[in-house]
């Protein structure tokens, strides 16, 4: 029954997505299937199969190793701040940040991270119908981040036109920065992490390709992806990804603070006047669509209380919520769960975006920030389309 109930949800989702679209007579069909069939491979080769398990978890224990080493260097600049058996969120989860983004750094300056990027991104273009850039900012959003990702390609933006811009924007706000990935795995099950990589990546296509469907001259699909200063020397780029990592980091526990606070007052307020809580509000608003991603109805109000939360806030508020392990939920419903948090689709993308635009170009940025509600829309189409497939091969 769950099963034929996730397969009416995806339904209902490709439905949504074509009905907001904005050319429905453009819209790719095809490469919409191909990708459709892709993301129920590759997930099923995630999550199934004794290779694919392998190889999350060798993945998954890379990471393990990378936050070792960050405790390290945590470790010999807070001991003594935390006590003795305590896990703070902020040094256990949060700092390693900083780490993971010199390494990110290192593999870019080797120009080994630039290459993978450059050459899978143009190889995904054959399969997704899209530019190569489009392709391109899809696969380097998953590892630089929503709001990185446009300084790789600052020099062709200003040719970039207002549905080019509205796609890479979906794109970019459905996937997550690999930087926070150890982060993630900190809090939810590792392998439940790396299959929403996969499945958001073709999702962001699909629902771009749904939603806002368009053509391109072979003129105007030229790509050269900007290169690094060549002036600046490694330590120089160490110097700068660490700083950049410590400032995500630190933007990250500032928002936690300020989402946190603020959810505690209006929850106490609806409290005081309803009897529940604003999240358990939300929780029955989005029960039905909980309900339709596969999850049973009687853990339906908790599971959409935790995916409105995600909305709201950020994906790090709804994670440190479900890891707290006060739910009680089914093996099922925590993976359809975890699939969904990994991504960045909330509101507050909306600025991080449009503001990492406006900081190259002007109008640009501001052409991004005029159709902020359409990016929030379709991205989290891509979380409930990705939170689907998972629950169907679970």
Same mark, same amino acid.
């Given at each position: 029954?769950?099963?034929?109930?996730?397969c009416?949800g995806?339904? =209902?989702?490709?439905?949504?997505?074509?009905?907001? &679209?904005?050319?429905?007579?453009?819209?790719?069909?095809?490469?919409?299937?191909?990708?459709?069939?892709?993301?129920? *491979?590759?997930?099923?080769f995630l999550?199934?199969?004794?290779?694919?398990t392998?190889?999350?978890?060798?993945?998954?224990?890379?990471?393990?190793?990378?936050?070792?080493?960050? +405790?390290?260097?945590?470790?010999?600049?807070?001991?003594?701040?935390a006590?003795?058996?305590? #896990?703070?969120?902020?040094?256990?989860?949060?700092?390693?940040?900083?780490? /993971?983004?010199?390494?990110?750094?290192i593999?870019?300056?080797?120009?080994?991270?630039?290459l993978?990027?450059?050459?899978?991104?143009?190889?995904?273009?054959?399969?997704?119908? %899209?530019?190569?850039?489009?392709?391109?900012?899809?696969?380097?959003?998953?590892?630089?981040?929503?709001?990185?990702?446009?300084?790789?390609?600052?020099?062709?933006?200003?040719?970039?036109?207002?549905?080019r811009l509205?796609? %890479?924007?979906?794109?970019?706000? &459905?996937?997550?920065s %690999?930087?926070?990935?150890?982060?993630?795995?900190?809090?939810?099950?590792?392998?439940?992490?790396?299959? #929403?990589?996969?499945?958001?990546?073709?999702?962001?296509?699909? =629902?771009? &390709?749904?939603?806002n469907?368009?053509?391109?001259?072979?003129?105007?699909?030229?790509f !050269?992806?900007?290169?690094?200063d060549?002036?600046?020397?490694?330590?120089? %780029?160490?110097?700068e990804?660490i700083?950049?990592?410590?400032?995500?980091?630190? @933007?990250?526990a500032?928002?936690?603070?300020?989402? *946190?606070? $603020?959810i505690?007052? =209006? !929850? $106490?307020?609806?409290?005081?006047?309803?009897?529940?809580?604003?999240q358990?509000?939300?929780?029955?608003?989005?029960a039905?669509?909980?309900?339709?991603?596969?999850?049973?109805?009687?853990e #339906?109000v908790d599971a959409?209380?935790?995916? +409105?939360?995600?909305?709201?806030?950020?994906?790090?508020?709804?994670?440190?919520?479900? &890891?707290?392990?006060?739910?009680?939920?089914?093996?099922?419903?925590?993976?359809?769960?975890? *699939?969904?948090?990994?991504?960045?689709? !909330?509101?507050?993308? =909306?600025? /991080?975006?449009?503001?990492?635009?406006?900081?190259?170009?002007?109008?640009?940025? !501001?052409?991004?920030?005029?159709?902020?509600?359409?990016?929030?829309?379709? +991205? @989290?189409?891509?979380?409930?389309?990705?939170?689907?497939?998972?629950?169907i091969?679970?």
């Open positions: 029954m769950q099963l034929l109930i996730a009416v995806l339904i =209902i989702v490709i439905g949504l997505s074509y009905l907001a &679209s904005s050319n429905k007579s453009q819209i790719r069909w095809k490469s919409i299937g191909i990708m459709l069939v892709l993301q129920f *491979v590759l997930g099923f999550l199934r199969t004794s290779v694919g392998f190889l999350v978890a060798s993945f998954a224990k890379l990471f393990d190793y990378l936050l070792e080493f960050a +405790a390290s260097g945590v470790n010999f600049v807070f001991a003594g701040v006590n003795k058996g305590s #896990a703070p969120f902020f040094l256990n989860v949060l700092m390693p940040i900083v780490f /993971i983004s010199a390494i990110i750094g593999l870019r300056y080797i120009k080994i991270l630039p993978f990027i450059k050459y899978v991104g143009l190889a995904i273009s054959y399969i997704n119908g %899209m530019g190569k850039l489009e392709s391109y900012n899809g696969v380097a959003s998953g590892i630089l981040g929503q709001s990185e990702v446009f300084i790789s390609y600052k020099k062709e933006l200003k040719f970039l036109t207002e549905k509205l796609t %890479m924007s979906i794109s970019a706000m &459905s996937t997550v %690999m930087s926070i990935v150890g982060s993630y795995m900190a809090m939810i099950e590792p392998r439940y992490v790396i299959c #929403a990589l996969v499945l958001n990546l073709f999702g962001g296509f699909i =629902i771009a &390709s749904l939603i469907p368009y053509e391109l001259g072979e003129k105007e699909d030229q !050269n992806a900007s290169e690094e060549k002036d600046q020397t490694f330590f120089q %780029m160490l110097g990804y700083l950049d990592g410590f400032h995500v980091a630190i @933007t990250v500032a928002m936690l603070i300020g989402f *946190v606070a $603020a505690a007052m =209006i !929850n $106490a307020i609806f409290k005081g006047i309803t009897g529940f809580t604003f358990e509000l939300l929780g029955y608003v989005f039905p669509l909980a309900f339709l991603t596969g999850i049973p109805w009687n #339906a959409g209380s935790l995916m +409105a939360t995600k909305l709201v806030t950020n994906e790090f508020v709804a994670m440190s919520e479900l &890891s707290q392990g006060n739910w009680h939920f089914s093996e099922h419903t925590q993976a359809i769960l975890s *699939v969904f948090m990994v991504s960045f689709a !909330n509101f507050s993308s =909306i600025g /991080i975006i449009s503001g990492a635009m406006k900081g190259l170009n002007e109008e640009k940025g !501001n052409l991004v920030a005029k159709h902020g509600l359409k990016i929030v829309f379709a +991205a @989290t189409l891509v979380s409930f389309l990705s939170a689907i497939i998972a629950g091969l679970v």
